[in-house]
């Protein structure tokens, strides 16, 4: 009996349009729910699911959010979406962590590691700890901060309204 298929197939993993990169980094690979909450659907391991858009566009902001090597094309629209897609990562754990209190760069990089039913790497997000997520986070939060949807209270403690972020990313 052959193995069922685990793997994402050539076709959805190489190759992204601009158009799918815009949808990517406007968080088009997870729902808002009624309430404004951004829900992530678990990673279902098989062939149905690791092809679907969906789940491409979670791949790409992934790309785009984690290190990778630009192999050509227009310089500009990349940086764009670069930018863009880390203001999306940091406004989704900003959407997970989901609270009123202040917090850190590094309870955002807890919430984009571990699902709040424990799932953790491929099974959720796919990001690992390691400093160039924390730069990206940063630089997402840089982003948002001149936007005003958080404060920075001292430097390295933020506050935002839950509220106003789900409204952002939506």
């Known amino acids: 009996m052959p193995e069922p298929c685990t793997e994402v197939a050539y076709e959805v993993k190489l190759h992204a349009t601009a158009t799918e990169v815009d949808i990517a980094v406007a968080l088009g690979g997870f729902i808002l729910d009624a309430a404004g909450r951004l829900n992530i ?9 690791l092809n679907s858009q969906v789940f491409k566009l ?9 290190q990778h090597i630009f192999l050509g094309g227009q310089i500009g629209p990349y940086q764009r979406h670069c930018a863009q897609a880390e203001r999306a990562i940091t406004l989704a754990a900003l959407c997970l962590l989901d609270s009123p209190a202040p917090f850190t760069i590094a309870n955002l990089i807890d919430a984009l590691l571990t699902s709040p039913c424990g799932i953790t790497g491929e099974d959720f997000l796919g990001y690992v700890d390691n400093p160039a997520l924390y730069s990206t986070v940063h630089r997402g939060l840089v982003r948002l901060t001149s936007a005003r949807v958080v404060t920075s209270l001292d430097g390295r403690r933020f506050s935002g309204r839950s509220a106003r972020f789900r409204r952002v990313s939506a």
């Open 58 to 66: 979670r791949l790409i902001l992934n790309a785009m959010t984690t």
């Open 41 to 49: 659907a678990p990673v279902v391991v098989e062939p149905w699911f």
